[in-house]
């Protein structure tokens, strides 16, 4: 239009600020795509972790059916039932940022848990291999193993409630006495999982369940 009413400044200014706008919009879309692509990236890569978690602790559900003692399927159970619980309710909004702490220690407990319970399982089979005090001492370590999964089981499902009521009632100054206390319930399953490690080191318990 400037141009067939030969240059007037005020059309050459409102042509500009046209072509300036389409550039910014475009700009903007562009920008906008690739923060949605971004995300899907991220959305589809956090889908393939829990789904391969899931797969893992089905693969051990199943494990866990050789060793015929009800107690390590129920505590699988209430384990994977009490994170998902905990999950669940740590994305509601509002209280994702300062539930990461939380969220961390939990799941460290959860998998240090279901090591234990892959620990326990291999002990049973080794114990079916032997006789006499062998035997015996190896049971009773089984059972020291499973004792303190129930109590990690314990300790996880008071602080998931705790950390629940916590939240519903914007007591946020509180979080710091129940990270201590996962911390707490994290020392002792560590001190849990180094006796284990020993053990197998001593018993060479891989070796002894491939022969």
Same mark, same amino acid.
Do not use: F, I
């Given at each position: 239009m400037?141009?067939?009413?030969? &240059?007037?400044?005020? *059309?050459?200014i409102a042509g500009l600020a046209l072509i300036l706008g389409g550039v910014g919009w475009m700009a903007t879309r562009v920008i906008f795509l690739a923060d949605d692509v971004a995300a899907k990236i991220i959305r589809d890569d956090a889908d393939r972790v829990i789904k391969a978690e899931e797969d893992k602790l089905d693969q051990l559900q199943l494990r866990l059916r050789a060793d015929r003692d009800f107690r390590t399927k129920d505590y699988l159970t209430l384990l994977r039932t009490c994170r998902s619980e905990f999950e669940e309710f740590a994305k509601r909004p509002g209280i994702a940022i300062q539930s990461q702490e939380i969220v961390k220690q939990v799941r460290q407990l959860f998998w240090s848990s279901t090591e234990q319970l892959e620990q326990s399982l291999k002990l049973r089979m080794l114990a079916e291999r032997l006789m006499g005090d062998e035997k015996k001492k190896i049971l009773d370590q089984r059972e020291h193993t499973l004792g303190g999964i129930r109590v990690s089981i314990e300790h996880m499902q008071s602080a998931?409630?705790?950390?629940?009521? %916590?939240?519903?009632?914007?007591?946020?100054?509180? #979080?710091?006495? @129940?990270?201590?206390? @996962?911390?707490?319930? #994290?020392?002792?399953?560590?001190?849990?999982?180094?006796?284990?490690?020993? *053990?197998? &080191?001593? %018993?060479? #318990?891989?070796?002894? *369940?491939?022969q």
């Open positions: 400037s141009w067939a009413a030969s &240059g007037v400044p005020l *059309l050459n998931v409630k705790h950390y629940q009521e %916590l939240m519903s009632k914007e007591q946020n100054t509180d #979080l710091e006495s @129940l990270r201590d206390e @996962l911390d707490a319930s #994290l020392r002792v399953a560590k001190r849990t999982e180094e006796r284990m490690r020993e *053990l197998e &080191g001593t %018993l060479d #318990l891989e070796s002894r *369940l491939k």
